[in-house]
């Protein structure tokens, strides 16, 4: 069974889910593709959401109140990805982005071991159902700039900020958008 329920956070209202073995939805409510990644995972997990209480968003849900006030840097709670194997690697690329650092879509194409997959990549990137913790809002545009980000510009923006003020880095050996 996939359990469903909706939480408050400093950045709207989320949408949150998950099975015995993870977190599998962490997304923006009014996020325009979020009917589809459920639909995804629907099929994936063969199962439907159904709206209740799992052990696994309490620990969620202290790890996000923990990352908002600036205590946490990584997450482990567990995580439960429904994808296709590309997709899966493209997700697993970005929890290895360090708190407080950005990349570029090429730069993670090439870390994931394929220079030309940027448009996979950043495809991939787009179809995450799970914000903050699987972190897309790391990745940027080849020049800096803001782009592609599902629960909007402007959270991506205080994200990026967020962890800047929160990890003590000033720009030095890591590409930060340009404001």
């Known amino acids: 069974m996939i ?8 950045l709207g209202k989320m949408c949150i889910g998950a099975t015995d073995e993870g977190v599998c939805l962490f997304d ?5 593709s979020i009917d589809s990644i459920m639909a995804r995972i629907e099929r994936l997990a063969c199962d439907k959401f ?4 799992h052990v696994h968003f309490q620990t969620a849900e202290k790890q996000m109140g923990e990352y908002f006030s600036g205590e ?5 709670v567990p995580l439960c990805l429904f994808g296709t194997p590309f997709q899966k690697s493209v997700w697993n690329g970005l929890i290895q982005i360090p708190y407080g650092e950005t990349r570029s879509y090429k730069q ?8 030309k997959a940027i448009r996979a990549v950043a495809g991939a990137n787009g179809e995450n159902g799970i914000a903050i913790i699987v972190p897309c809002h790391r990745v940027i545009g080849d020049n800096g700039s803001l782009v592609g980000y599902g629960g909007g510009l402007q959270r991506k923006k205080w994200l990026l900020e967020h962890e800047r003020k929160y990890s003590g880095k000033t720009g030095q050996g890591s590409l930060f958008y340009t404001k």
Do not use: C
């Open 3 to 10: 359990f469903f329920k909706h939480i408050d956070t400093p």
């Open 28 to 32: 923006f409510q009014y996020r325009k």
């Open 50 to 53: 159904s709206e209740g209480e």
């Open 72 to 76: 946490r840097k990584e997450f482990d």
């Open 108 to 115: 993670q194409s090439v870390v994931l071991g394929n220079e």
